[in-house]
């Protein structure tokens, strides 16, 4: 193989590794802030619920409520609380 070829199999091997880092970084930075909004969502539900039950307050811990918090995480837990004051 002549030089030029090695050069430019070697730069399309970086060219495709890189890409390859790349598409794997994205869904790896989202996945690991949704659990980490996962991870503090449940520990404010658990939180609120223990808190709350001095006070008569609690959000019931089902799998809607669980799926809401554990996506939306701080929030969720507000948007629940919230929903429950209205209904």
Do not use: D, E, H, Y
Request: net charge positive; hydrophobic share 70%.
């Amino acid at each position: 193989m002549n030089p030029f070829g090695s050069i430019l199999a070697f730069a399309a091997g970086l060219l495709v590794l890189w890409l390859f880092c790349k598409l794997l970084s994205f869904p790896l930075k989202v996945l690991w802030k949704l659990v980490v909004n996962a991870l503090l969502g449940a520990v404010v539900l658990f939180l609120f619920n223990f808190i709350g039950g001095f006070f008569s307050l609690s959000i019931p811990i089902n799998a809607l409520n669980a799926l809401i918090t554990g996506v939306l995480g701080v929030p969720g837990v507000i948007l629940l609380l919230v929903l429950q004051w209205i209904l």
